[in-house]
């Protein structure tokens, strides 16, 4: 499938009114952020569904304005709930919110997959499986852990306008920061060992040489993060929630392929641990609330985007 990219909200509005109007018959069609959701979703959604790929949550939301009912009557949107959604956005019957910060972590967290692939990775290490999967267990806590804590360090960042959060390579080139960036993170993953929101925000201060102003301003910003109320378990600093409100799927898939690098030693990649996930990853109908709102929604259209086949 060739993926068109989308510049406004406009462009993709016009798209889907050229497909519905192209179709035969009523169909369902299913639009998502990008390429990554269709990997994620697709193996849960019925053969007669048209998937559009839309390149941003931003694009999706846009096109709204430029659909009339008859077009977005066989619609529905998929969103990350990376940032924040607007409250005119959640009560829409057609807009479909992941339960965590993105359908990444929604798989990750929800669809059993990551327990699977942890194990398989570190379960040589070990002579009886009670002790592979006790030590699977305090693995996968601390990546989500570690992941979340980055994640609120990282929110903090991206608040104060031309902060950089990628570093700088050759030929004046820019990549994402890795765990191996941050000069602890070795001894971080040796003992297990969640780090302190402050401590990430000074070990990304020193990988991306930030000034001491804007240092503090990242301090400041990110102990408001951590003050908010959970609205789950009601307290402030909820480790259960921290990944569900701060960590992306590709940081969560980066820190833990380099986690699991260390502790096995042997190379892993962020896609090879993504791709086992996902593999692995299976959900009953009411699990996964993406799939149970699409159900309900295809029921009051009238078509069908689940296929209930593919679930446990």
């Not at 401590?199 to 990110?222: F, G, M, R």
């Amino acid at each position: 499938m060739v993926a068109l990219k989308y510049r406004s909200g406009a462009e993709l509005g016009q798209a889907i009114r050229m497909r519905v109007r192209g179709l035969r018959k009523p169909t369902p069609i299913l639009v998502v952020e990008g390429k990554s959701d269709i990997q994620m979703i697709v193996r849960y959604i019925d053969p007669s569904v048209r998937v559009v790929p839309a390149h941003g949550k931003d694009i999706i939301l846009g096109s709204l304005d430029h659909l009339n009912a008859r077009e977005l009557a066989s619609c529905t949107f998929v969103v990350d709930c990376d940032g924040e959604v607007e409250s005119k956005w959640r009560t829409r019957e057609d807009i479909v919110i992941s339960q965590h910060r993105d359908l990444d972590i929604d798989t990750a967290v929800l669809g059993g997959g990551l327990r699977h692939a942890v194990l398989d990775y570190v379960g040589p290490m070990f002579e009886s499986r009670r002790e592979s999967e006790v030590f699977t267990a305090r693995l996968i806590d601390f990546a989500m852990g570690l992941s979340g804590t980055f994640g609120v360090a990282a929110d903090a960042a991206r608040s104060i306008p031309d902060l950089p959060l990628r570093l700088s390579v050759t030929d004046g080139h820019r990549r994402k920061i890795e765990l191996s960036d941050l000069t602890s993170s070795s001894r971080w993953v040796s003992d297990l060992s969640i780090p302190s929101v402050a401590t990430i925000i000074d070990e990304l201060a020193d990988a991306l040489s930030w000034n001491k102003d804007n240092i503090t301003k990242v301090h400041q910003i990110a102990a408001l993060g951590e003050s908010k109320m959970c609205r789950m378990h009601h307290k402030t600093g909820c480790d259960k929630c921290m990944i569900r409100r701060y960590s992306g799927g590709h940081t969560f898939h980066s820190f833990l392929a380099s986690i699991l690098t260390l502790v096995v030693g042997t190379s892993i990649s962020e896609q090879e641990i993504a791709r086992s996930i996902r593999v692995g990853s299976s959900f009953a109908s009411e699990e996964w609330d993406v799939l149970k709102r699409l159900h309900l929604r295809g029921i009051h259209i009238g078509l069908k985007y689940v296929d209930f086949g593919t679930l446990n």
